[in-house]
């Protein structure tokens, strides 16, 4: 692995000349990818990188993925359908019978599977318009610190002020309420909710739905306890709201099960996933609804690219890591790893005042200082790995790396965590 400081700095002037100023992860890593196989990226000088933001939760399988590559070149190569809007296919009817097979079935699960476009903020939209059509009501309840997405809907629910600014427009017909642990351990922030509920006047009409994340991935690895998960559920059932599980970040694997929930034993109305459902980072989104409430005319929420078949033969592929426990107990597993050696990079540094966040593989370490979590991933990145901040105030140091990162690669990785922070740390003492 060669430092980045050891060799010449990269060419980014035809990005930065031609691309529009939102352009982002390109600046908190400045190179030129090139290749990427496994936890692993290349750029065009030859430096390696470890991964741990794996495109920020969409390669939960690592990059170029073998068998999956394999099939998609075959698929390719035999001149196959690709785009078809919801038309039928042979693509997505080998993937709704195996999603349903390996995924749906064994866990005695029902739900309709809807594609509502390439997206976890099309599953989020479509997750609100249905709740709001099947309860004939407006209001939808979120959380502190969470993220849905940039659409207007999405961002509606979302709790980072900066990325609500961008709007431009109010965001109405939302209410957010404390996460779990928000007001302190002491607090239990749903007595509030149910509160809000039962009194009339509170101001807050009885919502359509309640929205939440299990781990808010951007909003800073907070984790949601079972018990909390499971009162939340009752609070809807009593309410006659329904409940829908945001799992488009902590779905397909990245807490261990496969649903972030299967843990507190809840049952969403509705389930969102995105990214990692693509199985080889393919665009793909789908919506689960129980059947119940699958209430939709014909065409009244579409978009054309919900029929993106190389994505759903990608992530019939994918669902192969599923006919088993082995990829869930291996994530526990390294997700304990890496929690233990945060922990002790933590015990090593007192006057930060850090925090070790997190679930299986999604997990964090937070720190007291303003811009400390993005000096060390920066620091990161020059030395060969690749991470991102998050939180309201980017405090949070976040690991995503692939489930299918082995021990070596992992203990590289937070070797080189474990040598930013002391750098950063050092530099700010002088």
């Known amino acids: 692995m060669i430092p980045t400081s050891e060799k010449t700095a990269p060419d980014m002037s035809v990005f930065e000349t031609l691309e529009s100023e939102v352009r982002s992860y390109c600046r908190s890593f400045p190179t030129v990818f090139e290749k990427a196989q496994g936890y692993k990226l290349w750029d065009t000088q030859g430096r390696e990188y470890i991964d741990f933001f794996a495109g920020a939760g969409a390669l939960n399988y690592g990059h170029n993925h073998p068998a999956m590559k394999k099939k998609l070149v075959d698929y390719l190569m035999g001149s196959n359908i690709i785009h078809s809007l919801d038309m039928a296919t042979k693509a997505k009817e080998a993937f709704l019978k195996r999603f349903n097979d390996i995924i749906l079935k064994p866990r005695q699960m029902e739900y309709k599977v809807m594609f509502p476009g390439p997206t976890g903020a099309n599953t989020v939209e479509s997750a609100l318009k249905l709740a709001r059509k099947v309860t004939g009501r407006e209001t939808v309840i979120s959380f502190t610190h969470a993220f849905h997405g940039m659409t207007l809907g999405a961002l509606s629910i979302t ?41 009339k006047g509170s101001g807050v009409a009885l919502p359509a739905a309640i929205i939440l994340e299990t781990v808010q991935g951007e909003g800073g690895i907070n984790v949601a306890s079972p018990e909390w998960l499971k009162q939340v559920e009752k609070i809807c059932r009593r309410w ?32 969102c996933l995105s990214k990692s459902i693509g199985g080889y980072g393919l665009p793909m989104a789908l919506t689960l609804i129980k059947p119940e409430f699958d209430e939709w ?97 980017d405090e949070v140091a ?22 930013s922070i002391a750098v950063v740390k050092a530099s700010l003492e002088q």
């Open 159 to 199: 709790g980072n002020s900066f990325k609500r600014h961008g709007a431009g427009v109010p965001l109405n017909h939302a209410v957010s309420m404390p996460y779990e642990n928000y007001l302190g351990d002491d607090i239990d922030s749903l007595t509030l909710l149910e509160r809000y509920l039962e009194d």
């Open 240 to 271: 006659d709201i329904l409940l829908i599980v945001d799992d488009v970040q902590a779905g397909c694997g990245r807490t261990g099960p496969f649903f972030s929930f299967e843990k507190a034993g809840i049952k969403p109305d509705i389930v």
């Open 297 to 393: 005319a014909p065409g009244e929420h579409n978009g054309t690219f919900r029929g993106h078949n190389l994505a759903f033969v990608a992530a019939t592929e994918s669902l192969s890591f599923w006919e088993t426990d082995a990829l869930t107990r291996e994530t526990l597993r390294k997700g304990e790893k890496t929690k233990q050696s945060l922990q002790q990079i933590a015990d090593q540094h007192p006057d930060l005042d850090p925090v070790v966040r997190g679930r299986g593989l999604m997990v964090g370490i937070a720190f007291n200082q303003t811009d400390f979590a993005g000096k060390v991933c920066k620091e990161a990145f020059s030395r060969g790995l690749i991470m991102e901040t998050s939180g309201p105030e």
């Open 398 to 419: 976040k690991l995503l790396p692939p489930l299918t990162i082995d021990d070596e690669g992992l203990d590289r990785g937070l070797a080189i965590l474990e040598e």
